[in-house]
């Protein structure tokens, strides 16, 4: 375990490209070396079996030149297959039988909506019931505050994983791109695009910032969530009622059979990891060595609870069971997943406006992704601003990693994102009415 001062790196410049996650990868490829093979293994097809791959085989993507060695935590092609097939069963059906009406929040209708005479009996009252009803496993709340702490202390490299690694890396993906091809949402001529994303900067600030009691029932993280549960089940209704028009192309049927249900589990719970893990590993890349178990740990509890608000099914919450069995369901979604076409490179590279943008992205993506995403290679202009970015995101990690310093940080960081918060939800009330 390397000290909180980054040995080696806080010294030599040729070391500041180098991060902990390459060090992780190397190791394991000289691991695999030592007379384990590695096997080269590529996504499939929704129901397809992938090729069968032992415990204990080491295998890469050769889209993210990421290595690993299978185990019995992992999953495979056919059982993430059956994952695709399923929505959001209590939110759907209560959509199917009460549409929700224009200019009303979904959350006041659904706790005005006393009667089921539209729809089949229950529906309402099961809606009903997931406003008011927390996760029926123990809920660590001290964990969740001190999950929150860690975003906030560790903010700036918290937020550019997100837009880099978790955004722009995830909308590489094609069976999760296709969702915001035939919506536009991210899709559009700038700077749509962008509010976007600062409304889901919104939705993790108000989730962050609530303290334990405002990720229960009623609190406004949860009711957060919760609309954006109820805007995922609008879009995946209307994309299977509908069909699918993406921009410039005729209305389809959507393809259930290539693609599964919209915004299915499977989704859901690689895009839970991508906002939970891959910050983790995007803290630790910035500042150069690993967060505590206790963090990693804590951290992963607070997004349980969220993907649990936001129609995870328990069974497959992939942060409910540690960091190792989440490490495991990331990697194997990955494999299943992660093989980037024309569409999901248009997407990706749109949500970098600029070549110094473009940079900063290179380096947390890592380079055989950000080739394979068409990413183009820096000019050592943009190169310098984003190694320059980069350090200050690093100065800040180790500035907050100084006893005595930590509890001003944590205080004038909770300040500042407040603001933003308060700033964003003034201009633009996310996910009320007229997202619905």
Request: glycine fraction near 8%.
């Amino acid at each position: 375990m390397m000290s909180w001062l980054p040995g080696r790196a806080w010294w030599s410049w040729s070391c500041l490209p180098v991060d902990i996650l390459d060090l992780r990868r190397q190791q394991r490829c000289a691991h695999a070396s030592q007379g384990c093979p590695i096997k080269r293994w590529t996504p499939t097809a929704l129901s397809r079996v992938p090729e069968p791959v032992a415990t204990g085989e080491w295998v890469t993507s050769p889209a993210s030149g990421s290595v690993f060695q299978w185990t019995s935590a992992h999953l495979d092609g056919k059982t993430l297959d059956t994952w695709r097939l399923i929505g959001d069963g209590v939110v759907d059906d209560y959509l199917e039988a009460h549409p929700l009406k224009p200019d009303t929040d979904c959350i006041a209708q659904v706790r005005g909506n006393d009667v089921d005479d539209l729809g089949p009996a229950g529906v309402a009252a099961r809606a009903r019931a997931l406003l008011n009803t927390p996760p029926s496993w123990a809920v660590d709340w001290a964990a969740v505050e001190r999950g929150q702490a860690v975003f906030v202390q560790h903010w700036p490299a918290a937020c550019a994983t997100l837009w880099f690694t978790s955004l722009v890396g995830g909308f590489s993906a094609p069976l999760i791109t296709e969702v915001i091809r035939c919506t536009g949402y991210l899709t559009g001529p700038h700077p749509g695009p962008f509010r976007r994303l600062l409304e889901t900067f919104q939705m993790v600030l108000a989730c962050s910032l609530c303290g334990d009691a405002g990720l229960q029932p009623g609190g406004v993280g949860w009711e957060t969530v919760l609309r954006v549960r109820f805007l995922h089940a609008k879009v995946r209704r209307r994309l299977l009622h509908h069909g699918a028009a993406p921009q410039g192309e005729a209305l389809r049927a959507w393809e259930s059979a290539t693609y599964g249900v919209p915004i299915n589990q499977e989704d859901l719970a690689v895009t839970l990891l991508a906002f939970s893990l891959n910050v983790v590993q995007g803290i630790e890349l910035v500042r150069g060595w690993p967060l505590t178990e206790q963090e990693q740990n804590d951290f992963l509890h607070l997004w349980a609870v969220i993907g649990h608000a936001i129609g995870i099914e328990d069974r497959f919450n992939p942060c409910l069971h540690g960091v190792e069995r989440a490490h495991a369901i990331l990697e194997s979604i990955l494999m299943h997943q992660l093989e980037p076409n024309a569409h999901s490179r248009a997407v990706a590279i749109h949500l970098l406006p600029t070549p110094r943008i473009v940079a900063l992205a290179r380096r947390f993506l890592g380079g055989p992704l950000s080739d394979v995403l068409g990413f183009p290679r820096p000019s050592w202009v943009s190169s310098i601003v984003a190694t320059l970015v980069f350090l200050g995101m690093r100065a800040w990690a180790w500035a907050v990693a100084v006893p005595g310093v930590s509890s001003l940080w944590q205080s004038m960081s909770t300040w500042l994102l407040k603001r933003h918060l308060r700033a964003l939800t003034s201009r633009n009330p996310v996910f009320n009415s007229k997202h619905q």
